[in-house]
């Protein structure tokens, strides 16, 4: 394509050979090239970005279950990508970002002993608190199915619209061009390969401290987090008046959770009495959250047709699946209880590590004298989900 017509983002813009200061913290934005840290743009406030060569991160788009707490997410991630690296998830860190398509998360891999390195190196900087990211994520995010292509220095850095990147070599750029379909490309820097050349596309005009304000990925997450910045005064002020309010909604909270409690006391003990009047009287467990509902409809439905009503098998059936389940140990999760009264079916969803925990799930839940139809295994958010439908004999 043709070079775009405005100017390529400044990039490297080094400081003079040996005159790099130690930066107490400074905020701004850096280009880390082997032991070197070249300063690209200087905040008088704000963060603080180093980018890293993108040869030593490997960049994924992942499909993730919907799991809402990030920590969880963070926990998932390694592995989400095990199968699609070449080495043991214990010789490489493996960080997650932006969510970059509904499901779809970007997620940065690299080794270990790499990570170390960096980190030393803000350290000697001053740069202990500062967010590491990949350099080709510097780059504007096309759209359609393009390309942003920086090229300096005999090396090419690459944005796809996925919103992933790499950098490869000058001479791998159209190889690697060429195996992705051939797509236009937003071009920066060096003229591109003859080949490349099409129609320019335009240009997002955001700059480039804007995009990294807030990073599509910051390697520095785990072991590896950046440790908190010091406050001013006035921000320790702000984080005060917050701390007191959120202390007072805390107080409402409590108390409208012992109210909650106290309703929820009452209400057990009326469906306790209520069993009692059964004949013969249910015996109900310490824990009726699974059961009060179904047990409550029951005995309406009895009293409204004056009696004649088929006895429920969902406590006793309940009650033997939960008492088999637990012989296989804590590695099966129960995730959902259903109960069939006119076919007298229970139906169990569990989550288990893999398979074989579930066939093993299946196979006490026999032993204990019922019927199991198992339900096709799944992929869960951290192993294999599978549902049961269970009967009597």
């Not at 405005?6 to 107490?24: F, H, K, Q």
């Not at 785990?222 to 005064?233: E, L, M, N, S, T």
């Not at 984080?239 to 959120?246: C, D, I, R, Y």
Request: glycine share 10%; net charge negative; with cysteine.
């Amino acid at each position: 394509m043709e070079q775009a017509p405005t100017e390529r983002p400044e990039y490297v813009t080094g400081l003079d050979e040996g005159s790099e200061p130690m930066l107490r913290n400074s905020s701004g934005i850096w280009s880390l090239d082997g032991e070197r840290l070249a300063s690209v743009e200087d905040f008088d406030e704000g963060p603080a970005v180093v980018l890293v060569p993108s040869e030593h991160v490997l960049l994924l788009a992942v499909d993730l279950p919907p799991i809402a707490n990030a920590m969880k997410r963070r926990q998932a991630a390694p592995f989400a990508v095990e199968d699609r690296i070449a080495q043991p998830l214990d010789e490489v860190h493996v960080a997650i970002g932006d969510e970059i398509a509904p499901g779809r998360w970007l997620i940065g891999v690299v080794r270990h002993d790499t990570m170390r390195q960096w980190i030393a190196r803000l350290g000697t900087a001053g740069l202990t608190h500062a967010a590491l990211v990949p350099d080709c994520l510097s780059l504007p995010r096309p759209a359609g199915n393009s390309w942003s292509v920086d090229l300096a220095a005999g090396r090419a850095m690459v944005r796809p619209a996925d919103g992933t990147g790499f950098a490869v070599p000058l001479g791998l750029l159209e190889r690697s061009w060429r195996s992705a379909g051939e797509p236009e490309c937003v071009a920066f820097g060096d003229e591109l390969p003859p080949p490349m050349h099409a129609p320019s596309l335009e240009l997002q005009a955001e700059p480039l401290a804007e995009r990294l304000l807030r990073p599509a990925l910051d390697l520095r997450q785990g072991i590896y987090a950046a440790p908190r910045r010091r406050v001013d005064a006035l921000w320790k002020r702000v984080a005060t008046v917050a701390a007191l309010g959120a202390l007072a909604h805390a107080g409402i909270a409590i108390a409208d959770t012992l109210a909650l409690r106290n309703i929820a006391e009452q209400r057990e003990q009326e469906v306790r009495q209520l069993a009692q009047t059964r004949q013969p009287p249910v015996i109900l467990g310490p824990d009726l959250s699974s059961t009060a509902g179904t047990l409550e409809a029951q005995v309406l439905a009895e009293a409204e047709s004056g009696g004649a009503v088929q006895p429920s098998l969902f406590l006793p059936l309940l009650t033997r699946a939960g008492g088999a389940l637990a012989e296989v140990g804590p590695s099966v999760t129960w995730r959902s209880v259903g109960y069939d009264g006119s076919g007298q079916i229970l139906t169990i969803e569990v989550e288990a590590a893999d398979a074989a925990t579930l066939q093993r799930a299946a196979s006490a839940l026999q032993g204990a004298g019922l019927q199991v139809t198992p339900g096709a295994p799944v992929s869960g958010g951290m192993g294999s989900i599978a549902s049961f439908a269970v009967r009597g004999q």
